[in-house]
Each structure stands twice: as C-alpha cells, then as structure tokens.
C-alpha cells in the first residue's frame, strides 16, 4: 500500500518542518531527557532527530514504518485520555514513503542496536548495530520521488523559519528537556533543561525576562501558569503569543480573544500582547482528534475557560501596575 501511503504522507507532511514536529513529538513520547536536532538546507536535503528516550526492540523498529502501528494505544479507551502526542501510527509510515529514512536505535537494556534503511515504503536494508541507547532518525531527500511537492516548497529561509517556529514551541512546550538545533552547521539554539521563564529567555533573549508578568490561577476546570508580556511590550506582530494544553502547542482565536481581552485599555491601537500560557485540563475534557496537524482543540467547556482565563491575567496585570 505505497499508494495509500503516499497519500497519508500528503496529509501528515507538508514541509520539512512537519517532519520535525512529528519526530520530536515522538522524542518526547519515548521520554527523552535531551533532543537534539540537525537540519541541512532547510530540512530539504536532511533532517535528523537524535534522542537518549527508551529506544525500540528489533521488532519495535521494523514495525515502526508500518502504518497504524503504534505502540500507543492498547485500549480505544485510551483515545479518551491521551497522555502521549502520537496516537495515529502514521508519522513515520508517511515520511518513509516520500524520503530516505535511516533509523537507529537501541534500548537501554539491549546491548546491541538496530539500524534500518527505508526508501519509499520499501526496507533497503536492516542490520544490528553499536549505537547509544536512544533513537537517531534521519530524514534525506524529502518528497525525492513526489517532484511537484519538492518543487512547492518555499525558499530556505522560509522553510527554516517555518521549522524554527515548530522547533520553537516544542521547546516552550517542554522546559524541562534540552534541546538544540543546528542548521549548516550553525547551532541557532542550544537549551538546557530549565523552567518556563528561563526557556522562554533562552529562546527570545536577555531582554524578554523583565517583560514578563507571571500568571497563575487553579481552578477546578484548569490549572494555568505562565506569563503575559507587559503592554508596553506589545509588539507590532502576532510572534509571541503561545497557548499550551496539556504541553501541547495549539492556536485558538477564541483563547486569543480572552487574552486580547483582558488587555483592554491596556494596548495602543494594532499591538499584540506577547504571551506564554500553558493550561493543563482533564484529557478527558477536550478533543484534539479534529485535525491531522493537531494543532487544534475542541473544549468541553470553552466559556469557562475563556472567563478564567481573562479574570487570571486582569488579576496578575492589576497585580503588576501595569
Ligand atoms: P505514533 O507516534 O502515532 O505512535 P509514529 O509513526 O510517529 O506513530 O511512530 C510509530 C511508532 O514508532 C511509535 O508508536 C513508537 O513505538 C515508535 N517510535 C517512533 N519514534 C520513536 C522514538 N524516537 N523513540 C522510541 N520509539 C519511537
Ligand atoms: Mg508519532
């Protein structure tokens, strides 16, 4: 099923910086404590994820590929109370349909790893192998065989924008994990394991640390922390404005809204707020199934939040005399 898995690739991949969305995210679900990542040509020519998480079994790793095989799901009850970000089985499938993808890996009990070979669905190769315990995935060649595709792509400079700001809210998302990430040769980000304000510094400079106002409020519905910039910060562009549920990135216009509107009065005309929220809900109380890039997220109970959201933020604004 080449085909079928050509046409899921066009859904799950639509530029080098998916794949690095979805490499990272599978890091984290194998519990790395440090990602590190490497990219040539904006991703085109390679893009490698390299982490010290659980690593996988021989048969774990041929099955990788195979589409609808995750190792995430025992129980479709489990859909209902997702803790991991994978659940479809259909990440690496896809990429290996349109790439060259070489995997290492090798877990923490084993003494010898696997290394795997695929090129367009196909194994081109598989061998055991000394490698540290962890996963390496390297991407080549994206959309080699898909020559429209490859040709859509935008500059470098886009693509590696476009793969800054994936890498960039994986980051935020998780402070407690290192990361880096080097392009040509250029290391653009080195993070050490930290806390929310030292990764958002980190990531946005020295400067961004005075600006910012924290923002705390537990409630029954959702636990919010973080940090909103303060209104003379505001910026002429939408650049800082991050929500996470649940340490996942998403975007929602109607958070934004609650955001915005907590600033009232506060902002001249066409300026953003920056900011940083991370809210943590029951799992069981929204829907992230609505979207084949996740970032999206149905709420049981958005006019809740929306009110809790806005009150925290005029509290910690009040607090702050600005
Ligand atoms: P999903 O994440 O939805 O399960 P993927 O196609 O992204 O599907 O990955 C397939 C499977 O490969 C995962 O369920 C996991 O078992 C394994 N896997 C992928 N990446 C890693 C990794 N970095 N470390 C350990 N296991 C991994
Ligand atoms: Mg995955």
């Known amino acids: 099923d080449h085909v079928a898995n050509q046409i899921a690739a066009g859904e799950v991949v639509q530029r080098p910086a998916s794949v690095i969305k979805e490499l990272l995210e599978n890091s984290i679900d194998a519990h790395a404590t440090r990602i590190q990542v490497v990219i040539k040509d904006a991703g085109k020519t390679l893009i490698q994820v390299v982490d010290d998480g659980v690593g996988m079994s021989v048969t774990d ?38 790439a060259h993808v070489e995997l290492k890996t090798r877990r923490a009990e084993e003494e010898i790893g696997t290394c795997i070979k695929m090129e367009g669905s196909q194994v081109v190769s598989q061998e055991a192998c000394v490698t540290p315990k962890g996963t390496c995935l390297s991407v080549k060649n994206l959309f ?43 290391e653009l980000f080195q993070l050490p394991p930290s806390n929310q304000r030292q990764r958002i510094t980190n990531i946005f ?45 998403i975007k929602s216009p109607y958070l934004n809204h609650a955001v915005v509107a907590a600033f009232e009065g506060l902002l001249k005309d066409k300026s953003y707020p920056s900011y940083f929220l991370y809210l943590d809900v029951d799992p069981k109380s929204i829907d992230i199934n609505i979207h084949p890039t996740k970032t999206e997220i149905k709420f049981d109970d958005e006019h809740a939040l929306y009110a809790i959201l806005k009150s925290a933020i005029k509290h910690s604004l009040g607090q702050f005399n600005v």
Not at 62 to 81: G, Q
């Open 144 to 186: 080699y065989n898909i020559p429209a595709r490859r040709n859509f792509l935008k500059s470098d400079n886009v693509e590696t924008r476009h793969i800054i700001d994936e890498f960039q809210r994986v980051a935020l998302a998780h402070p407690d994990i290192s990361f880096s990430l080097t392009h040509n040769n250029n």
């Open 205 to 249: 400079g020295g400067k961004t640390n005075e600006k910012l106002v924290p923002v705390e409020e537990d409630t029954g519905i959702v636990k919010v922390s973080g940090f909103v910039g303060k209104p003379e910060f505001a910026k002429k562009s939408r650049g800082e404005q991050f929500f996470f549920v649940n340490n996942r990135f």
């Open 61 to 98: 790793a041929r099955m990788s590929f195979e589409r609808h095989a995750t190792s995430k799901i025992k129980l479709a009850d489990d859909l209902f109370s997702l803790k991991t970000k994978g659940f479809r089985g259909e990440a690496l499938a896809s990429i290996a349909a349109i």
